[in-house]
């Protein structure tokens, strides 16, 4: 089935995962998108990965996830003869889609102003750290510094009792949901420019995507006066039946049953404990939560008899909202996630294949399809004649430099 942005042509030039990842989300939605790479190639083909080596298992797995689905031009934008290469590809481009900082855009002659001047329909999207203005808009930033740690996400995660602030759970978290707001963004100037004309820059900051899923603690503590929101732990809630519990086998279920007074009788029936239904210490949301140190143990302690597997059945004989916290692993045999095709595997006609998340949003509630990420310079050839270039003039851009 065609994406919903087939005929779009985007042209990118971007490393890393936080631009790359919008670029793969567009590419996965059907735009045509052209990464451009110089001679030393995006640097997240090199990365080693929480000790995972480039090439393992046949792929530079980080590479592939944020590159999937696109065209590969490897061209030196240094190079003098480069810069004609760039604006043939951008006469029918709809999109340049970049994470270069300021400094390096305007040396590259590919500031909004250098490719708007000579391309005025063209959407120019930007993920940067911090904005386009203030006193950092110049500098770089990652999802570990801007989004994670800068944002207040870090902070609010870490309990006080830790000499140190928690890392991300893991590399490019902040950059794939950064990522997906550009997209998004980028998606949404497509449209506009469809019904008014109007050709927008998009820009989306590391520091804004990290404040956005941090505006509720923002708000709140600036509404009273607060440095930060209390950080509740285990027993800092007031409803016990919003906490995670141990099980036999020393793994967790997660409840979350907001509406406590009206889930607890069937939990306590299910948990075989209905003398707690109307214990005068647990029996209304007000007794729990003055009690909540007690309710929790009580829970702990019933938690604990049984085993995961043993755990589930019951849970389901009662209302109240609950998970398993899972392990990352046990996703590719999840029955929803395979269900909703929520990871999918993608067949690089090679013999390899590797399972990748699909891209979060389904058009008539089907997945879009994940396609296998290009090796450096892939559609040299194939982008260069489709603009014009004959034989000849591909092998002058080689020898010049421009192509690699």
Known sequence: ??????????????????????????????ADVI????????????????????????????????????????LDLGAPDANDVL???????????????PAARRKLGIDVEDLRSRHPNLIYAVGSGQGAHGPDAEKGGYDSI?????????????????????????????DSLSGSMLAGGVAAAVAQRALTGKASVVDVALLNAGMWAMQPGIVACNLVGMDEMPKAGRLGLPNPLVNNYRTADGRFIALCMLQGQRYWPGLCKALGRPDLIDDPRFDSDASRAKNIEECVTVLDGIFATRTLAQWQPILLQQDGQWDVVKK????????????NRFIQDVDYGDRRSIKMVSTPVQFDRQALAARPAPSFGAHNYEILTQLG???DAIIALQVSGAII
């Open 146 to 174: 801007s989004f994670w740690s800068r944002s207040g996400v870090a902070s609010a995660v870490t309990p006080d009792d830790l000499p140190y602030p928690l890392a991300m759970p893991g590399g490019a978290f902040g």
């Open 1 to 30: 089935m065609p994406g919903p942005l087939q005929g779009i042509k985007i042209v990118e030039v971007s490393m890393w995962a936080f631009v790359p990842s919008a670029g793969a989300m567009l590419a996965d939605m059907g």
């Open 87 to 101: 604006h043939r590809l951008l006469e029918d481009a709809d999109v340049f889609l970049t994470s270069l900082l």
């Open 35 to 74: 990464k451009i790479e110089p001679a030393s190639g995006d640097p997240m083909r090199a990365l080693n990965m929480a000790g995972i080596a480039p090439g393992t298992g046949g792929f530079t797995f980080m590479y592939e996830i944020w590159n999937r689905g696109k065209r590969s031009l490897a």
């Open 389 to 391: 270039y004959d034989e």
């Open 328 to 339: 990352v692993r046990e996703l590719a045999e999840d029955e929803d996630v395979l269900a």
